[in-house]
């Protein structure tokens, strides 16, 4: 037991340079992973609406509803906007039913995705729009 006296009095400065030093390799790490968990922003929620879909005639005027005509061949748009990087990068339609799409990667003058169309022979044609983002999909 004298030994054990003597060797903690005379070896005081080694064993708390010891325990200091173990104290510092087992928190540092622990530091320096929620410094690091603070610097880094949280994700971004990003955004993509798809805007009204226009129509216009083969000189790329704007036309209403009540100047189409049966067999008139016309230009149905679609823009939209994102908050992602990545951008819209195509475009589709469907007619009456949903069940078929036509996709397209064409832009207008307007910066418009679109399709060349023919009014068939119908009392009443529906057309949905969607644009499309690689990160957030059809919207």
Known sequence: MDKLKFWLQNHKPVMWST???LFLVITLPIGVYLVQQQIQPPPKAYSLQCNNIQI????WSSLNLDQIYVNDTVYLA??????DPQGITKARFSFNDGASWTETTQ????????????VPDQTQVEVTAQ??????GWR
């Open 19 to 21: 325990i200091v030093l």
């Open 56 to 59: 216009y005639n083969q000189e």
């Open 78 to 83: 679609i823009s939209g906007s994102t908050t």
């Open 107 to 118: 832009k207008n003058i307007h910066n418009e995705y679109y399709i060349q169309y023919t």
């Open 131 to 136: 644009v499309f983002n690689p990160s957030l």
